[in-house]
């Protein structure tokens, strides 16, 4: 079982696509983007709003950017804002249940740190540090070195399209609903 799931790789993945973006992204553009349950992806991003890692924009512009600069952000953060803070091991303290002891373990037994939590503790540590040293920046860089720019272009043109065609349905719904039906406004007959 993973430690962390898909809504940290559904996140990562998004903010990918806000880093060179000076516009706002819908949730919907976002999630639709990478085949992502919109209402996932809807619940996810106020989390990193809520942690100060993404401004919204409400209205016709609408959408989500980086609160601050992609090198700013590192992997931790968008992994405690989006799971919260979770420990890599728990500790249940067996070596004190050991059926030798006839419940009352020596003091050898339970002193100090178990060998075993320290391990996973260091391991947590590493985990935390190589996930702090790691920011949104670094991995869109290694996206731009990966992917064809021809693939870069193709998505901010078809990010930049979904929100024109947004705006511009948005436009025109509320210009139908300003407009009084045919046959209303100084007897129009209706075609």
């Avoid at 949730?27 to 989390?47: G, N």
Wanted: charged letters at 25%.
């Amino acid at each position: 079982m993973a430690l962390y799931g898909a809504s940290t790789e559904y996140i990562l993945h998004s903010l990918l696509w806000l880093v060179n973006n000076p516009h706002p992204v819908s949730s919907l553009d976002l999630a639709e983007l990478q085949a992502i349950p919109p209402a996932f992806m809807a619940k996810l991003l106020p989390r990193l709003e809520k942690a100060g890692l993404l401004v919204a924009a409400e209205g016709l512009k609408g959408g989500y950017r980086l609160a601050r600069a992609a090198a700013d952000i590192s992997v931790l953060d968008v992994v405690q804002a989006v799971e919260g803070e979770k420990s890599l091991f728990n500790c249940q303290e067996i070596r004190e249940r050991c059926a030798l002891f006839q419940e009352t373990p020596p003091q050898w037994a339970v002193q100090g740190r178990c060998a075993i939590h320290a391990t996973m503790l260091r391991a947590e540590q590493a985990m935390h540090r190589e996930l702090a040293q790691t920011s949104l920046a670094d991995l869109a860089h290694s996206l731009h070195d990966k992917a064809p720019p021809r693939f870069l272009e193709d998505a901010s043109t078809w990010l930049d399209t979904r929100a024109q065609t947004r705006r511009t349905a948005k436009v025109r719904q509320r210009r139908r609903m300003e407009s009084p039906p045919c046959g209303k406004k100084a007897n129009t007959p209706c075609p």
